[in-house]
Nanobody, 116 residues
Framework: VQLQACGGGLVQAGGSLRLSCETD????????VSWYRQAPGKQREWVAF???????NYEDSVKGRFISSRDNAKNTAFLQMNSLKPEDTAVYYC???????????WGQGTLVTVSS
């Protein structure tokens, strides 16, 4: 199973980016999709998740700014990132956890750089 994450780039503070994560249609609709990030010199941290039925949850620092969504017909999850801050700079990863087996897959990461 491969995950294709993309959408990163360079943006000024206050700007927006949308990340996407596409994976195999055989597992996508029954999977929780999570987003993580790893800033330079820091440990990877959880950012958000979306369940198969569309329920979402967010890490406190991104609440109200980031929106997780999914399109099951396209086997793709999205992370809309608004009002970006320099501290959001990191490599962002998507993680797919299949329900009920809890088998996990990771994408390769996409770099988001927010300039001040």
């Amino acid at each position: 199973v491969q995950l294709q994450a993309c959408g990163g780039g360079l943006v000024q503070a206050g700007g927006s980016l949308r990340l996407s994560c596409e994976t195999d249609k055989r597992i996508f609709s029954s999977s929780v999709v999570s987003w993580y990030r790893q800033a330079p010199g820091k440990q990877r941290e959880w950012v958000a998740f979306i369940t198969p039925d569309g329920s979402t949850n967010y890490e406190d620092s991104v609440k109200g700014r980031f929106i997780s969504s999914r399109d099951n017909a396209k086997n793709t999850a999205f992370l809309q990132m608004n009002s970006l801050k320099p501290e959001d700079t990191a490599v962002y990863y998507c993680n797919v956890r299949v329900i009920p087996s809890h088998t996990e897959y990771w994408g390769q990461g996409t770099l988001v750089t927010v300039s001040s």
